[in-house]
């Protein structure tokens, strides 16, 4: 795929995405509390699992921090360029390892300072940005581009 032939995705906030993240942490919480409700450090890991659930959704589902994703690029099969919040470029690699459903896509990132995974909710883009999405993850390319083979790797 050549930079002309390059797909913008702009994401949306996905509250229904920030609500799933804080009942699973929620739930963790409340799973440590019922063994250890009788201790301080029960109690104490608990908060911060709550504040972890609500640390995460404010940056993967909310998009308000400064270095959530709020936009993307497909550049080809593995090239991606993130667009973060605080108007920085990172130029990046996506993984083999993907994930796909109806509803989500989970996409690992490389060779940034941290590796990453980009979470995009159903909801985070319209339903045909969102299909587009899920068919390049599954076959590393957008329809109507031409197919151009991967060369095959050499054994070390």
């Given at each position: ?53 609500i640390a995460t959704a404010w940056d993967r589902a909310l998009l308000r921090a400064g270095g959530a994703v709020r936009g993307f690029v497909l550049e080809g099969p593995e ?78």
């Amino acid at each position: 795929m050549t930079t002309t032939s390059a797909t913008r995705f702009r994401l949306a906030p996905s509250r229904r995405i920030a609500l799933f993240i804080g009942l699973a942490h929620a739930g963790a919480a409340a799973a440590v509390l019922t063994v250890a409700h009788r201790t301080a450090s029960g109690w104490a890991f608990a908060a911060l699992l709550v504040a972890l659930g609500i640390a995460t959704a404010w940056d993967r589902a909310l998009l308000r921090a400064g270095g959530a994703v709020r936009g993307f690029v497909l550049e080809g099969p593995e090239s991606i360029v993130l667009e973060l919040a605080r108007n920085d470029v990172l130029r990046s690699r996506v993984g083999a390892r993907r994930w796909v459903s109806t509803h989500l896509v989970v996409l690992s990132i490389y060779d940034v300072p941290r590796r990453r995974t980009l979470l995009v909710a159903g909801d985070m883009l319209d339903p045909d940005a969102f299909r587009r999405l899920r068919l390049w993850a599954l076959w590393g390319q957008l329809p109507g581009v031409a197919w151009i083979p991967r060369q095959p790797r050499e054994a070390t």
